[in-house]
């Protein structure tokens, strides 16, 4: 699963990404200019600290989610060009990093309202695009009106400046414009990139009503003060935070952020080898949650132990969750939970 660091030249979309992942990637004008950078990015999880910590395992591994770090696109601000937004199409979510700081070259003050609708915009006129060039060439076909249909509502929304990812649509909908490309159907979260002196400040009234209003998640961060964090020994992290006036690293809560913006939640397997969590979509069955750790348990499936996590951790162990009638056998068509703690039965 990717997700698209985005936006406007100068914002700090790169200072960002090597914040978030821990990587040195070149900023501003330097670098290739045409090539995205990728970082990985382990998602914090209590529950796998917490389970890791009582069974000691040889190896804690938690979810992750890539990070790939686009163009900016263009030298004007308010303007991205057609490369950048073709590379945009294969990302599955997009962070949208807004300049909440003078801009370093025109010195023009910060308006992230300005920037968040600029780029919705861009995305909107884009999409438009590709819908009405896919509906000139159905006027030449036959038998494709549920198609046309289809395409028709979605040039409605985008002639009224509504993104895509607003629009109702059923999951064979879904299906048939996934091909497409369209970047306003993506989920969307906003990031301000904030200066020093406002680490510590919330979103801007005005901002977060704009956001509420397109139902877009927001939030504030400093890239700067974060690469200085992450530098940082975890003793010394807490007083730094502290001096700063924030009781955690913004870091930790974007990430988990972007991870839930893709709609994911995680399983968890336990034992002595290994703590892991297991990214899936929300809403996974079993069958295809074990074929995620090994395409052998998904074949040979037989069943699902499943205990849910706050159960386990109540109880102790998994012998007590036994005896308590917490611990559930589950079949392929189970849909698995968050925080679920799996141990799939298979024979192959």
């Given at each position: 699963?990717?997700i698209g660091?985005?936006?406007?030249?100068?914002?700090g979309?790169t200072?960002?990404?090597?914040a978030?992942?821990?990587?040195h990637?070149?900023?501003?004008?330097?670098?290739d200019?045409?090539?995205?950078n990728l970082?990985?990015?382990?998602?914090?999880?209590?529950?796998?600290?917490?389970?890791?910590?009582?069974?000691?395992?040889?190896?804690?591994?938690?979810?992750?989610?890539?990070f790939?770090?686009f163009?900016?696109?263009?030298?004007?601000?308010?303007v991205?060009?057609?490369?950048?937004?073709?590379q945009?199409?294969?990302?599955?979510?997009?962070?949208?990093?807004?300049?909440?700081?003078?801009?370093s070259?025109?010195?023009?003050?910060?308006?992230?309202?300005?920037?968040?609708?600029?780029?919705?915009?861009?995305?909107?006129?884009a999409?438009?695009?590709?819908?009405?060039r896919?509906?000139?060439r159905l006027?030449k076909?036959?038998?494709?009106?549920?198609?046309?249909?289809?395409l028709?509502?979605?040039r409605?929304?985008?002639?009224?400046?509504?993104?895509?990812?607003?629009?109702?649509?059923?999951a064979a909908?879904?299906?048939?414009?996934?091909?497409?490309?369209l970047?306003?159907?993506?989920?969307?979260?906003?990031l301000?990139?904030?200066a020093e002196?406002?680490?510590a400040?919330?979103?801007?009234?005005?901002?977060?009503?704009?956001?509420?209003?397109?139902?877009?998640p927001?939030q504030?961060?400093?890239?700067?003060?974060?690469m200085?964090?992450a530098?940082?020994?975890?003793?010394?992290?807490?007083?730094?935070?502290?001096?700063?006036?924030?009781?955690?690293?913004?870091?930790?809560?974007?990430?988990q952020a972007?991870?839930?913006?893709?709609?994911?939640?995680?399983f968890l397997?336990?034992?002595?080898d290994?703590?892991?969590?297991?990214?899936?979509?929300r809403?996974t069955?079993a069958?295809?949650?074990a074929?995620?750790?090994?395409?052998?348990?998904e074949?040979?499936?037989?069943?699902?132990?499943?205990?849910?996590?706050d159960?386990?951790?109540r109880l102790?162990?998994?012998?007590?969750?036994?005896?308590?009638?917490?611990?559930?056998?589950?079949?392929?068509?189970?849909?698995?939970?968050?925080?679920?703690?799996?141990?799939?039965r298979?024979?192959?």
């Amino acid at each position: 699963m990717k997700i698209g660091i985005v936006g406007f030249p100068r914002a700090g979309k790169t200072t960002v990404f090597n914040a978030l992942t821990g990587l040195h990637a070149a900023v501003g004008a330097y670098g290739d200019p045409g090539r995205p950078n990728l970082g990985a990015i382990k998602v914090p999880d209590e529950r796998v600290d917490r389970l890791s910590a009582i069974f000691s395992p040889r190896k804690t591994t938690y979810a992750e989610v890539v990070f790939v770090d686009f163009p900016a696109g263009g030298e004007r601000s308010g303007v991205i060009d057609q490369a950048t937004l073709v590379q945009m199409r294969d990302a599955d979510a997009l962070v949208q990093v807004v300049r909440g700081f003078p801009d370093s070259v025109t010195q023009e003050a910060a308006d992230p309202r300005r920037d968040i609708a600029a780029f919705k915009a861009e995305l909107v006129l884009a999409d438009l695009a590709v819908v009405e060039r896919r509906l000139e060439r159905l006027r030449k076909e036959k038998g494709k009106e549920q198609e046309v249909e289809l395409l028709e509502r979605c040039r409605a929304a985008l002639e009224a400046e509504s993104p895509l990812r607003g629009l109702a649509l059923s999951a064979a909908e879904e299906r048939a414009l996934s091909g497409f490309g369209l970047l306003s159907r993506l989920p969307l979260l906003v990031l301000v990139n904030v200066a020093e002196a406002d680490v510590a400040a919330p979103l801007s009234e005005d901002v977060r009503a704009s956001l509420a209003a397109e139902a877009v998640p927001g939030q504030s961060l400093c890239a700067q003060i974060e690469m200085e964090i992450a530098a940082l020994d975890a003793g010394d992290r807490s007083a730094f935070l502290a001096d700063l006036g924030l009781r955690e690293s913004a870091r930790d809560r974007f990430v988990q952020a972007a991870y839930a913006l893709l709609d994911l939640i995680s399983f968890l397997t336990t034992g002595e080898d290994e703590v892991r969590a297991w990214p899936i979509r929300r809403g996974t069955p079993a069958l295809r949650a074990a074929g995620k750790i090994h395409s052998d348990i998904e074949r040979g499936f037989i069943r699902a132990e499943v205990i849910a996590y706050d159960d386990f951790i109540r109880l102790g162990s998994e012998a007590k969750c036994r005896e308590a009638g917490k611990l559930r056998l589950e079949g392929k068509e189970y849909v698995v939970a968050d925080g679920d703690i799996i141990h799939f039965r298979f024979n192959v």
